[in-house]
């Protein structure tokens, strides 16, 4: 081998990670999944609220479940090594206060869910949560994890610029848009913003690192290779929602779903990107979510599971049939 | 109308006139110093996503791999601010037993009533049984036994000091919840403990006619070195002493 080709080889390599690397986070995107992802996620934060709001005293304030002063001493460093996951909401003992931000929480992220103000209520919408989070440790699970990291994506996307209020507005307020920076900042136009791509590519780089290290932990067990954690799942009574226990009865049925579950998790950050296997590993993690959600009692995050898993389908994977009926309606009528 | 066959973009769909006059070309990507702080930016908030699960993964008994926590300790602030900081260890290693709070409350005449946390007849919808399952859960994953320290731990002073510190956290956590209940229910003794909800083997299930829900399979956990009942605990009218109530009784065919 020459030395010249000793240089270009590397050269060449170099110059490809960084074509790949531009094109990975640098293409526009469409808006259109965001948006939708943007609905789901707002409505599933709007309901979480609404939940903590039916009993808000035993979530929040001086006499919840775990009190003020307990979890100021959990982040605090009472007990060990401080941490960062610091929320005002620690200092908050006023039921008005409390009552106070808790509706704010609500219409923000129920502004959010409808687009209304995007530019604005994604941000805050998630930066409440993250209050509410920091407050809400020792009842807080999956659904929280996932939402908190799909609002926190979606905040940095143009995911208010369709299927939304501020759609709709942008639409009136036209010229007033195309004469003022700040008005054409607040209401963006809906096409495709490198935003929008890197929101995306942080939403599915997150969801791989989660499927991956799942997976790695469920393969440190014994349950998910000798194939009974199906079993041991769907017989936990606390978590049962529809009792599939007829399922022990078919030992080789329930082990393979074992062994599936942890070869689809180790895999899915692989495999989820190829056009040949995307529509398996799509349509396994929809499988396993609606099994989560149906039958063990965790229809919220079984959902928002499928929710941010669509951050995978091609915009116009869900837009085209939209486009294609609206056609089918403009070609009838003019014919 | 559309080309089905191009590739998306809005110039495809219906949109009014003029809107275009000011936003026709899509936002193209910035400079190259844009992307290169953009690039920096992605990475170390990438290495915020990573760090926390890789070292919760390399958990063994002697605590996380060294090199895990290193890689994790620049963005470890980051990581638990941004709410990044999880294991994604669901149903991991193995789907084990499911706890729950088992309260008595005693009123003034005497009338106790027990109370069941997570109990999906008091607390609906299903996210606010969540809620309470996973405050159960909590509970059970911080205790930590009493004091004082084996005498191996005991004459380690740093190790004798984060024991007590442990099991304050424990007492805390425990003292919140009753403090919980005691405003719920006012002019009411409570007392509580952690119940644990173990699922039936198959032989057991099948065989044995154990149900998920069958009273065999809870187990009273005593707040001792080893969970099981000291003398006094025994004898001690605050912790109830009442047959625990299978949740539903469930007939045993």
Known sequence: MSSQSLIAIPRRYAKGLVDGWDQFW???????????????TGLMLLYSHLVV???????????????????????????????????????FSNPLLLWGHHLLTILVTACFAIGLLTRITAPLAWWLQIMLVHRMTGTLFGLDQITTMLAMYLMLSRCGSVYSIDAILR?????????????????PSDEPSVANGIAT??????????????????????????????????????????????????????????????????????????????????????????????????????????????????????????????????????? | MPDSSAPLTTKNLRRPEGDRAFDAAPSRPSGRRVKIAVSVVLLIHLWGVVGRPFEFATQGPFGSSPSASTFYSPVRAYSQFMYLDHGYAFFAPDPGPSHFIQAAITDDGGTRVEMKYPDLAEQRPRLLYHRHFMLAEFLNDVHYPPGPPPAEIASDASAAAEWMRTRKRFDDV?????????????????????????????????????????????????????GSPSVDESQSLEVPRETVAPPDAEPAS
Not at chain 1, 27 to 38: D, G, K, M
Not at chain 1, 53 to 71: H, P
């Open chain 2, 174 to 226: 425990r003292d919140s919840i009753l403090h919980h209940l005691r405003v719920e229910y006012p002019r009411c003794d409570v007392a509580i403990r952690r119940v644990e909800h173990r699922q039936p083997g198959l032989p057991e299930f099948f065989e044995g006619k154990v149900g998920t829900r069958d009273e065999r399979l809870l187990r009273v956990l005593f707040d001792t070195f080893d």
């Open chain 1, 53 to 91: 709001a039916s009993q808000l005293n035993a979530f929040l304030g001086d006499d919840a479940w775990i009190n003020n002063r307990t979890i100021a001493a959990i982040h605090g460093g009472e007990y060990g090594p401080a941490d960062a996951a610091r929320s005002y909401l620690w200092h």
């Open chain 1, 26 to 40: 640098f293409t526009p995107e469409s808006p259109h999944v965001l948006a939708i992802i943007r609905i789901a």
């Open chain 1, 201 to 335: 590519r942080l939403i599915q780089i997150h969801l791989c690192v989660v499927y991956l290290f799942g997976g790695l932990w469920k393969a440190r067990g014994t349950a998910w290779w000798d194939g009974t954690a199906i079993w041991f799942a769907i017989s936990n009574a606390q978590y049962q929602s529809i009792d599939v226990t007829w399922l022990g009865r078919y030992p080789r049925v329930f082990s393979a779903l074992a062994h599936l579950t942890v070869f689809w998790e180790v895999f899915y950050c692989a495999l989820v990107w190829p056009k040949m296997t995307r529509p398996i590993v799509l349509g396994i993690a929809f499988m396993v979510h609606a099994g989560i959600a149906l039958f063990l009692g965790m229809i919220t995050f079984g959902t928002i599971m499928i929710v941010a898993n669509a951050a995978f389908l091609a915009p116009a994977a869900l837009v085209r049939p939209l486009l294609g009926r609206r056609d089918d309606t403009a070609r009838q009528k003019s014919g």
């Open chain 1, 171 to 187: 639409r009136f307020l036209l010229k007033e848009v195309a004469s003022s920076k700040r008005l054409s900042w607040l209401l």
